[in-house]
Structure formats: structure tokens, C-alpha cells
């Protein structure tokens, strides 16, 4: 079980923030499938590791993050949610139970990353005045992984080795007053991210769509579907008049 802890605690934490970004394109966002695949062979049971994988997944096909808006960590669901099922001995349909809180719970550790890893970009920022690209190297490379190994690692060697009571006595601990402030920077992040998004793509024409899709999602109270299709009929309308101006042209 120690091995076991040890390899599922490095693989969450390294697909969640440590690998550089083109394989964690290839781990993450097929997490809990790879996951599957990857522990099926360590655990000697492929057909069932993939299985677990597969029900996983179904919840995170339609995952997207926009901006800073994101509703599941989906390394930790998938890594960490797909040992423990597997490791339980927990039929395939099941792992979904056990994936999607540890998934939301994920959230929390990564609002904190962000929050805390402020502390080695101002350090990073006072070395490259200074000229020191070696101090720059170390707060970007190794302190900036403190934090997630922290939040990341630990409980999840935790999680395996001594199971979900563990996991949930650890979070208990943790003072009320923190969890607050991680739920507000977690509520304040998708904004920020948002209003990056939109600084990018901003362009006369296109605001009154945003203003459009403010209104329906915060007086209409419509759900993403919803804004979703009235946001492409829009699109079909603009894209059939600027098509007839073409021609008229």
C-alpha cells in the first residue's frame, strides 16, 4: 500500500502542476482514461482499470475552462479518484461517487496555488532586477511547486495509504476561515479570467452579444444550454448578413 501511495500521490501532483504544459495536454485532459490505462498496468488489471477510467470520464467529456473558470480538477478526479476506486475494489460505476468530490475539492487546492504562488512571482520579480537569472530559475521552477506538493501530494498519499477518513479529518482541519478565502478567490478568479478573455477578443461589434448573454445569464437566470443556443442562433444571424453584405458588395 506504501508503494501504491506513493506512486498515485506523485502522478496526481505532477499531471495537476508540475509537468510542463505539452504532457500535461497529453495527461490531464484525458485524465481519468490515462489514469485508468497507467494503473491498470501497475495494478494488474487493465480491463478493469480502463473500465473505472471510462465511467469517470463520461462526467468530464463536456469540461471547459474559460478563463479562470474552472469547475473540476480533473487530474486530481481522474488520478486520484480512479486509484482509490480501483484500489477499493469498487465496481467501475462507482469511481464517478468517489471522483467528482475529490474533483471539486481539487478546486480548492488550486484556488490556493494560485493565491499562494503570488508570493514567488514578486521574489522572481525583485531577482530579475537584480539580474539574477539563477533566483529567477528557482522561484519558478522549485518554490512555485511547494505549495501544490503541499496541497496536492501529501493529501493524496494520505487518501490512499489510510483511505477517505483520512482525507476528510485532514480538510477538517484546515480553520473554516481559510476555506473561506479560497471559495472567495475561487469566486473571484472566473471573473478575472473572463475579463482577460474578453480584453483579448474585444471588438466593437461584438458587445452587444456580451451585454446580451449578461443579461440572460443574470435577470433571465438561463442555464449554460440555454445562452448557449441563443448565442449560436446570434451567430448564424451575423454571420448570414455579413455574407449578404459581402455579396451586395
Known sequence: MLVNAIIVALLTW???????MWLRWAFHFGAPIVAGFIYGLLFGDLAY?????????????????????VPSDLSIAGYLGVAMTMLANQPPEVGLTIAVPLGTMGIIAQNAKMSLNAIWVHKADQYALEGNTRGMKIMNVF???IVPFVLIAIPSFLAVYFGAPALEKFLAAVPKQV???????GKMLPALGLAMLFQQMYKKPILPYFIIGFVLASYLNLNVMAISLIGFALALIHW???KGEEVNE
Request: charged share 0%; net charge negative; glycine share 12%.
Open 143 to 145: 518554490a512555485s511547486q
Open 240 to 242: 448570414n448578413f455579413s
Open 14 to 20: 505532477l499531471v495537476s502542476a508540475a509537468f510542463p
Open 49 to 69: 482499470g480502463l473500465a473505472v477510467g471510462a465511467h469517470v470520464m463520461m462526467a468530464y467529456m463536456g469540461l471547459v475552462a474559460i478563463g479562470g473558470s
Open 179 to 185: 476555506i473561506d478565502i479560497l471559495v472567495l478567490a
